[in-house]
């Protein structure tokens, strides 16, 4: 912990942060479908213990050409551990697979 | 809002997503200075009504250099309006900006 413990939170939890650029010519039909999917992931993974996304809404032009962003969170390591190689979540990357540009993904603690 | 609506809040708040990756050569009491500073906005700017952070975790090796994720919330577009212009950001983008090699932010409207 360091001097700036801020959270409300007693307990940490571990966010599992994931921001998609689709390619160009992916088409909002086919966005729709991969939003759809990664939101049933907690449905079907029952170590997600919460979820939240959105699309970008920024106005510093700091995206970096991101557009999307999902928040999963887990309890745990062992959380995440049953989520990457899921089979579910590996249906979902396969779909995913052909419409990404970028993707980017960063773990953290909360404090 | 979309299909998949499976957010527990039910009033959407605006999240304000900021990762940092600090150019070689900046010291860990540097960075731990910039950790303090950015903690210490919340204090400062009221309409910060979240905030958590934490430092690079993740196992995919898609973190794309960045290692601090910070994000606040706001409840609404006017919360982000004061926060970006004001006086305490603005002091702490002086004391940030020469370690910084790369930023990424991303706002999107929780679901």
């Known amino acids: 912990?360091?001097?700036?413990?801020?959270?409300?939170?007693?307990k940490q939890v571990l966010r599992h942060v994931v921001l998609f650029k689709f390619k160009d010519g992916?088409?909002?039909q086919q966005i729709r479908g991969i939003?759809?999917?990664f939101c049933?992931?907690?449905g079907k993974i029952n170590t997600i213990s919460d979820f939240e996304w959105?699309?970008?809404?920024?106005?510093?032009n700091l995206q970096q050409g991101f557009t999307h962003c999902f928040v999963l969170t887990f309890r745990n390591e062992a959380g995440r551990e049953i989520y990457l190689p899921?089979?579910?979540h590996r249906e979902f990357g396969q779909m995913l697979g052909p419409h990404l540009d970028k993707v980017l993904v960063?773990?953290?603690w909360t404090r």
Chains 1, 2 share one sequence.
Do not use: F, K, Q, R
């Open 26 to 28: 992916t088409s909002s």
């Open 54 to 60: 959105g699309t970008d809404v920024s106005v510093e």
């Open 86 to 88: 899921h089979p579910a």
């Open 1 to 10: 912990m360091t001097d700036c413990d801020l959270g409300g939170e007693s």
């Open 106 to 108: 960063i773990d953290y």
């Open 40 to 42: 049933a992931l907690p």
């Open 35 to 37: 939003e759809n999917a």
